[in-house]
């Protein structure tokens, strides 16, 4: 049971580039979210699932996308990566609103 | 979007010393969880509080949820070198739309 686990660990773009992080968990948790953490602000909600073949906007939606075909994955896109989007992105998931979030170990992305 | 207020923003204490640290929020919250987050990795889950006036504790860590339910602290007692990171305290509402953290708490332990 490897929880959640996420690819690449770390990564760096050009200006302008695309990538997907993909996020994989286990545990048979319904609902996924993608979170971004900067220095002094927290963790912050881009994008987050609450089941296969759904996916719905967070805090800081604009620059990403997001896709959910199957329950155990749920990716995260940037189609033309900015330098403000350097990061460090988690993904949990969750079985039930009521339970915890479990995290990912995080990707670290800059882009320059 | 809305975060909670959380500090200290930093402490450096002595090894063997108590930690108190706290979150406050404008707006009510249903469940209130305290992470632990040491560098490089993913936050991992300390203490999960789901009823208000809660107190509960995971060894030496202890943490109430507030009686407004909108606040929480969290204290850790006789702390040890491995105690060092980043602590968030995070709030839920019971909406599918996730958690909101505070900025989090740097611990540094001088030996």
């Known amino acids: 049971n490897a929880g959640v686990t996420q690819t690449p660990k770390f990564r760096v773009l050009k200006t302008g580039q695309s990538m997907t992080l993909l996020c994989a968990q286990d545990?048979?948790?319904?609902?996924m979210y993608w979170y971004r953490q900067d220095p002094g602000m927290g963790l912050r909600l881009i994008h987050y699932s609450v089941g296969e073949g759904t996916t719905a906007k967070g805090e800081v939606p604009d620059g990403y996308n997001v896709s959910r075909l199957k329950k155990q994955n749920f990716l995260l896109g940037l189609e033309s990566a900015a330098p403000s989007q350097t990061s460090v992105y988690f993904c949990?998931?969750?079985?039930?609103?009521?339970?915890?979030?479990?995290f990912g170990p995080g990707t670290r992305l800059l882009v320059l | 979007g809305q975060q909670l207020n959380q500090s200290p923003q930093s402490m450096f204490i002595q090894e063997g010393e108590d930690v108190s640290m706290n979150c406050t929020s404008s707006?009510?919250?249903?469940?209130w969880l305290w992470y632990k987050q040491d560098p490089g990795e993913g936050p991992v889950l300390l203490i999960a509080?789901?009823?208000?006036?809660e107190l509960t504790s995971n060894g030496r860590l202890t943490a109430q949820f507030g009686i407004t339910r909108k606040d929480s602290f969290l204290n850790i007692s006789a702390s040890i070198p491995s105690d060092v990171g980043i602590y968030f305290c995070?709030?839920?509402?019971?909406?599918?739309?996730?958690?909101?953290f505070g900025k989090g708490t740097h611990l540094i332990i001088q030996p």
């Open positions: 995070a709030g839920s509402r019971g909406g599918a739309d996730g958690l909101t």
């Open positions: 707006s009510i919250f249903n469940t």
């Open positions: 949990a998931s969750t079985n039930t609103l009521l339970e915890t979030q479990y």
């Open positions: 545990m048979n948790h319904e609902y």
């Open positions: 509080l789901y009823k208000a006036g």
